[in-house]
C-alpha cells in the first residue's frame, strides 16, 4: 500500500528533525568520557553544549530569512549534512578544542531545521492534516531527545565513544539521499514578492508586529516553565516532599513521557476542532499549571505523584500543537521561514534562563516556591497566546475594512 503525500513529508522532515534533538542531547553523556581523554575542567565541558545550543539559537533567524528568499530545500539538504558530519567529525578530535569547534558547525546545521521544516511542511501537507503533521514533527524531535543519552551511553561502552558518534553522525548521510531522492514532494511557500501580486512586507513588520512579540513571549514563557520542572523536579521532590531518588526521578520520566504523547493528542484535535485552538491550549496549559501545584501542596503521596506529574506533562504537550499552528496562522504570507526562526528561538532561550534563578531560589532554603513559579509562567503564557491571538484577528480585521474601501 502506497503511503500518502503528507504522510511521505512527515517522515522526511520528521527524520531531519529527529537527529538535530538526537544530536543535541547526545553530548551531555560524554562529559565523562571527555573528561577522562582530554584531561579539561566541567566548565570547559560544558561549553561544548552550550555553544551548540546558543549557535542554533543565534542563527534561528537570519536563516529564516534565507529560507523565505532563496527556499527551504536547499537549506535543509546542507543544513542536514553539516549537523551530521560535524557530529561524526568530533569522533576524530585529537585535542579538546576540536570538540566545541564542531559543535559550533553543528549547531549552525541545526539552526537551519525549525525554518526549513516549518515551511515546507505548510506549503506541502494538506491544510485538514496540519495539526498532525505538526504534531509528528513535535513527535520526531522529542523522541530523539528522549532515546539519545541511552543510545549513546551503549555505543560507547559497547565500541567506544569516538566509534559510537562515527556511527551516529553518519547517520545523517542517509537520511539527506532520501531528501534530495524525494525531494519533489517537498514544496516551498509562495514568496510574496510585487511580481505576484502580493502586498510587500518589511521584515520588521513580519517580526515586531505585536502579535509575533507576543507569540515570542509565548514560546519563551513556556519554555522557562517546562526548563524548570525538567531541571528541579526531582530535586523538590527529594528535599520538600522527602522521596527516595528513585521515585523523584521516575516523576520526572512520567511528565516527559506526557508530554511526548500529548503532542500527538494536540494533533488530533487541531484538525478536528480548527477553531478552538486557543481554548483547548488554554485549557490544558491551566490545567498542568493546576496539577503542578497540587504535586507542591499535596502531602507527600509516594508513587501516586507519577500519575500527576504524567497528567501535567500530557495536558503541556498536547497544547504544544495548537501554539505551532497559531503562530502559523499569525504569519504573513510567504515569512513563515522567518517568523518561525525568530519566534522557536525563545525556546532554547528559555531553557538556558531557567536554571539559575531556580536554583537561587533553592539556595535560599525556598524550593517550595519553584513549582509555583512554573505554575506563574504557564499562566502568563497563555495570557500572551490570547493577547496574541485577539491581536492577529483585529489586525486582519482592520485590513479587510481597508481594502473594502
Known amino acids: 500500500m502506497a503511503l500518502s503525500r503528507s504522510t511521505r513529508v512527515n ?6 528533525h529527529f537527529l538535530s534533538h538526537f544530536y543535541v542531547i547526545c553530548l551531555p553523556p560524554l562529559i565523562l568520557v571527555w573528561q577522562d581523554a582530554f584531561h579539561v575542567t566541567f566548565a570547559q565541558l560544558g561549553l561544548t553544549a552550550m555553544m551548540m545550543s546558543g549557535t542554533t539559537a543565534l542563527l534561528q533567524t537570519p536563516v529564516g530569512f534565507l ?41 549552525m546545521g541545526n539552526s537551519v531545521v525549525h525554518p526549513a521544516d516549518y515551511a515546507i511542511l505548510s506549503a506541502s501537507v494538506d491544510p485538514k492534516q496540519m495539526g498532525k503533521s505538526f504534531a509528528m514533527h513535535t513527535f520526531s524531535g522529542n523522541l530523539g531527545g528522549a532515546i539519545a543519552p541511552p543510545i549513546i551511553a551503549f555505543l560507547t561502552v559497547a565500541i567506544g565513544w569516538r566509534s559510537a558518534l562515527l556511527l551516529v553522525g553518519l547517520l545523517g548521510v542517509p537520511v539527506v539521499i532520501s531528501i534530495l531522492l524525494q525531494s519533489s514532494i517537498l514544496q516551498d511557500q509562495v514568496r510574496v514578492t510585487a511580481k505576484t501580486g502580493g502586498p510587500a512586507i518589511h521584515w520588521r513588520e513580519a517580526l515586531f508586529s505585536r502579535p509575533i512579540l507576543l507569540f515570542f513571549t509565548f514560546f519563551l514563557l513556556g519554555s522557562m516553565a517546562g526548563g524548570g520542572v525538567q531541571s528541579w523536579l526531582v530535586t523538590i521532590l527529594h528535599t520538600v516532599k522527602g522521596m527516595d531518588l528513585r521515585t523523584a526521578s521516575t516523576a520526572l520520566t512520567a511528565y516527559m513521557v506526557g508530554m511526548t504523547s500529548g503532542v500527538l493528542v494536540g494533533g488530533w484535535f487541531v484538525d478536528r476542532y480548527r477553531k478552538y485552538v486557543l481554548v483547548f491550549a488554554a485549557s490544558l496549559t491551566c490545567l498542568s499549571a493546576g496539577v503542578m501545584l497540587a504535586v507542591n501542596w499535596l502531602p507527600p503521596l509516594g508513587v501516586g505523584v507519577w500519575a500527576l506529574t504524567f497528567i501535567a506533562g500530557t495536558a503541556l504537550g498536547a497544547s504544544r500543537t495548537p501554539r505551532d499552528v497559531m503562530l502559523r496562522d499569525a504569519a504573513p504570507p510567504g515569512q513563515i521561514g522567518k517568523v518561525f526562526g525568530f519566534v522557536s528561538a525563545g525556546l532554547p532561550l528559555g531553557g538556558a534562563i531557567t536554571p539559575v534563578p531556580f536554583g537561587y531560589l533553592i539556595d535560599k532554603g525556598h524550593p517550595e516556591l519553584v513549582l509555583v513559579l512554573v505554575a506563574v509562567l504557564l499562566l502568563l503564557s497563555m495570557f500572551c497566546a490570547g493577547t496574541a491571538r485577539a491581536s492577529k484577528r483585529a489586525a486582519d480585521a482592520a485590513g479587510a475594512v481597508a481594502a473594502g474601501d
Do not use: H
Open 11 to 16: 517522515i522526511l522532515i520528521g527524520n531531519g
Open 67 to 107: 529560507v523565505d528568499r532563496y527556499g527551504a530545500r536547499p537549506f535543509l539538504v546542507g543544513g542536514t549534512l553539516l549537523m551530521s558530519l560535524s557530529i561524526a567529525a568530533m569522533s576524530q578530535a585529537t585535542a579538546f578544542w576540536q570538540i566545541p569547534l564542531l559543535a559550533v558547525l553543528s549547531g
